[in-house]
C-alpha cells in the first residue's frame, strides 16, 4: 500500500521504516530539511537499535523515502499516518499544534480517498476532531476517514517493539477504515485489537499511566521499606512471582522519566479534570514520580554541609539506558541543583552526553561548572561524591573497587539500585541506593 508518514521522531520513523520493511511503499515527511537531509544519506538521526541497518536496506529497495515536500507525499497516499510530537504544556495538557499542522497540510494535498490514522499519544475525543477538521478544509471532493493506532514501542527497543509488538490497537468508526488497516498490519502477523476511536484513544493512556503508577507504586514502597527496614529488591522479587503482579516494571529508583509516562500522567489527569472528575491514582502517581527524582540529592544534602566546590562524578544521563534521550531524565533536575549548590561535575553516559552538552555547556573546572568524561572510570578520578542515574551496563559492570580506588572519598548515591549492598560494603564504600 502507498502509505505516508508525518513526523519522523521516534514514533514516526520506526513506524515508517517497519512498514517499509513489510512491504508497503513509504513516503516520510517531515518539516526539518537537516533531518531529511541526513536519513538521505542513510543515517538515522535518533539512537535506535538495528534501526539504520533496516532504514539502508529499504532505501535500497525503492520502498521507502523522505521528504520535505509534504505534498507530494500526501497527494495520492492511501494512508497517511501522523506521528508528530504532542508535548506537555505548562498546564499538563497536551499540545496539539503539530497535529493541527499536518491535518492542514493532508487536508490540503490529498487528491484521493485516503485514510488517515493518528499514530501520536492525543487526548480522548481528539481523533474526531482531527477528522472533523481535516473535511473542513479540504481542497478536493474526496473522502477522508480517520483512525486511531496508538503506539507502544519503548525507546531502545523500538524496531523489536514495532515489528513483534504484543498487539495492535486500532480504533477505527466505520468497516472501510477497520479493513484497511487490518491489510495493512496483516505482513506483521500479530493479534490486532479493534475497537472504537475513543477506546484506542484512551488504551494508550490507560497502559502508559499503569506503568507509570507501577512505577510510583514500587518508589512509595522503597521508600517505605528504608524507614522499616526492608529491601525493595527482596521485596520486588518476592512479589513478581506474581503472575497478576508480573515481573517487568518493578524496580524502584530515581523516578520515572522519558517522552510519554511523564507527559501522559500529567495529560490524562488533565483530561479527568477537564470532566470534573479527579483521578487521584494517577495524581498520586506524579507526585510521587516529582519527588522521587531529587530524593538522593536531597538525601546527599542532609550528609554535607555544602556541595561547594565538591568534585561530583555523575554517572548517566539518559532517561533509561539504551537511548541518548533526555526528556524529563531525572539527571537533568539533579545536575542543576548540584551545579547551583556550587559542585564540579564530571559526568559520564555513553550515548547522551552531546545532548547534555547543549543543555550544560563544558566550562573548566571549578565550582558550579561541568565536564564530560569519556569513561566512567575517568568520570571518577579524585570524585569526592559519585551518583548514579541511569542503569547502563558499562556503569552496572564496574567492580565496586574502582570507586574505591578512584574516588577521593569514596561515597556512591545510587539511583538504580545496580549494586550489592553488601559487596559495597565490603569494598569500603559508604553506599546509599533506593529502598535498601
Ligand atoms: C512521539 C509521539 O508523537 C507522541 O505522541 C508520543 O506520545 C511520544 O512519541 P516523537 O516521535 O518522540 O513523539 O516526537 P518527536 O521526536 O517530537 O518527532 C516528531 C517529528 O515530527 C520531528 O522530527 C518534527 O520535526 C516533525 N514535525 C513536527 C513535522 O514534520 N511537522 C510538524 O508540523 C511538526
Ligand atoms: C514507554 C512505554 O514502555 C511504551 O510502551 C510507550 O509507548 C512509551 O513509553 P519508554 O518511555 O521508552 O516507553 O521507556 P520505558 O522503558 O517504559 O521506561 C520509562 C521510564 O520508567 C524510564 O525512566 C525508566 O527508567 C523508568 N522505569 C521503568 C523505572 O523506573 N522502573 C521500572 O521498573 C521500569
Known sequence: ??????????????????????????????????????MESGVSPIFEEGLEELMRKNNATGRLHYTTDYQSAYRNAEAIFIGVGTPEQPDGSANLSYIATVS????????????????STVPVGTNDKVEQFIRDFLK????????????????????????HAARIIIGTESREAEEKLRKIYEPFGL????????????????????????????????????????????????MSYDA???????????????????????ALKYLARQHGYTLRTVEAAVDVNAEQKTKLFQKASNRMITFQN??????????????????EAPSLDNVQLLLEGGAEVCAYDPAASEHFRQRFP????????????????????????????????????????????????PLVYDGRNLYNVAAMKEAGIEYYSIGR
Open 104 to 119: 492542514r497540510q493532508i487536508a490540503e494535498s490529498v487528491e484521493n480517498d485516503c485514510l488517515v490514522v493518528v499514530k
Open 140 to 163: 478536493r471532493d474526496v473522502k477522508i476517514e480517520v483512525a486511531s493506532n496508538p503506539e507502544f514501542l519503548a525507546q531502545g527497543s523500538a524496531v523489536h517493539d514495532t515489528l
Open 310 to 327: 565538591l568534585k561530583v562524578a555523575v554517572l548517566g544521563l539518559a532517561f533509561k539506558a539504551g537511548t541518548d534521550d533526555l526528556r
Open 244 to 266: 497478576r503482579i508480573g515481573a517487568r516494571f518493578l524496580n524502584a529508583g530515581v523516578g520515572y522519566g522519558g517522552s510519554c509516562f511523564p507527559k501522559d500522567t500529567k
Open 362 to 409: 563544558e566550562g573548566p573546572a571549578q565550582k558550579g561548572s561541568i565536564r564530560y568524561a569519556a569513561s566512567p572510570q575517568e568520570a571518577l578520578e579524585g570524585a569526592d561524591i559519585c551518583f548514579i542515574f541511569t542503569e547502563w551496563d558499562e556503569i552496572r559492570n564496574l567492580p565496586p573497587s574502582v570507586f574505591r580506588e578512584k574516588m577521593q572519598i
Open 1 to 38: 500500500m502507498k502509505i505516508a508518514v508525518a513526523g519522523t521522531g521516534y514514533v514516526g520513523l520506526v513506524a515508517g521504516v517497519c512498514f517499509a520493511e513489510k512491504g508497503h511503499d513509504v513516503t516520510c515527511v517531515d518539516v526539518d530539511e537537516n533531518k531529511i537531509k541526513l
Open 191 to 238: 493479534p490486532i485489537v479493534s475497537v472504537n476511536r475513543r477506546s484506542a484513544e484512551m488504551i494508550k493512556y490507560a497502559c502508559n499511566d499503569f506503568l507509570a503508577l507501577k512505577i510510583s507504586y514500587m518508589n512509595d514502597i522503597a521508600n517505605l521499606c528504608e524507614l522499616v527496614g526492608a529491601d525493595i529488591d527482596a521485596v520486588a522479587e518476592g
